[in-house]
Nanobody, 123 residues
Framework: QLQLVESGGGLVQPGGSLRLSCTASGFTLARYAIGWFRQAPGKEREGVSCISSSGSTTNYADSVKGRSTISRDNAKNTVYLQMNSLKPEDTAVYYC????????????????WGQGTQVTVSS
C-alpha cells in the first residue's frame, strides 16, 4: 500500500514560514505525482499544491500562489511544501497523497489519507 507520512507542521505567527515534508514508506516516490491538501475545521478538504513525478509540472491554489513552493527530492523519497508569509486562514491539517496527475482537484487519490500535520497560524 502506498503510505505517506506528513511532518513539519506547528504553531507559527502570521508572516512566518514552515516547510512541510511528505515522506514515502515502502515504495519509490519518484514514480508518482504528489499533491498537498488541507482541511480547516468545518471546511472541505482542498488541494493546495501538486507536483508531477518528474518535478517539471507544479500547480498551486490561488490562495497560496506566490507564497508557497512545492519541490521533491526523489533521492530522499520526500516531497516538500515550503510555505511563507503564512496567514491565519492557512490554519488547517495538511495532508499529502499520491495522485494520478499534477492536478489540484484529482478525481481520486492512490492509496489512503495519512494522519496529516497540523499548521496553526496565530499570534
Amino acid at each position: 500500500q502506498l503510505q505517506l507520512v506528513e511532518s513539519g507542521g506547528g504553531l507559527v505567527q502570521p508572516g512566518g514560514s514552515l516547510r512541510l515534508s511528505c515522506t514515502a514508506s515502502g515504495f519509490t516516490l519518484a514514480r508518482y505525482a504528489i499533491g498537498w491538501f488541507r482541511q480547516a475545521p468545518g471546511k472541505e478538504r482542498e488541494g493546495v499544491s501538486c507536483i508531477s513525478s518528474s518535478g517539471s509540472t507544479t500547480n498551486y491554489a490561488d490562495s497560496v500562489k506566490g507564497r508557497s513552493t512545492i519541490s521533491r527530492d526523489n533521492a530522499k523519497n520526500t516531497v516538500y511544501l515550503q510555505m511563507n508569509s503564512l496567514k491565519p486562514e492557512d490554519t488547517a491539517v495538511y495532508y499529502c497523497a499520491v495522485v494520478p496527475s499534477a492536478e489540484l482537484k484529482p478525481a481520486y487519490i492512490i492509496g489512503s489519507w495519512g494522519q496529516g500535520t497540523q499548521v496553526t497560524v496565530s499570534s
